[in-house]
């Protein structure tokens, strides 16, 4: 039904998330829907196939080269960083910036 090519910068990280219908990545093969897949960051073109018509997510983005923790739907730097979200959470501060309490 349709081809598609996107260039992904070279040291981008980039995945598909196919919603819905099928795809063929070249050099890869078949994706169903409701599948990831995910690129290196060595900077190419992906090349797609469609056979009918089709709903996917591309996200592309550099790496933040940071160490990551979760936890539940947690995500932070560090342990202590998901204890004081969790902690935040439990006390209803969730969308309060320390600034704004301070006026």
């Known amino acids: 039904m349709g081809q598609q090519t996107l260039v992904i910068p070279n040291g981008y990280n980039a995945m598909i998330y196919l919603i ?3 795809m063929k990545l070249k050099n890869y093969g078949i994706v169903d829907a409701e599948n990831l897949a995910v690129f290196e960051s060595e900077g190419d073109a992906i090349s797609m196939t469609f056979e009918k018509e ?4 591309m ?16 995500v932070m730097n560090t342990q202590t960083e ?3 979200a969790i ?16 006026k």
């Not at 996200?59 to 979760?70: D, M, S």
């Not at 959470?89 to 309490?101: A, P, R, V």
Request: hydrophobic share 30%; charged share 20%.
């Open 54 to 57: 089709s709903q996917f997510l």
């Open 20 to 22: 819905n219908g099928s």
């Open 87 to 102: 902690r935040d959470y439990q006390m209803g501060k969730m969308g309060i910036l320390i600034e704004d309490s301070l």
């Open 59 to 74: 996200l592309c983005g550099k790496p933040i080269n940071e160490k990551v923790t979760q936890y539940g739907p947690y």
């Open 82 to 84: 998901i204890l004081e």
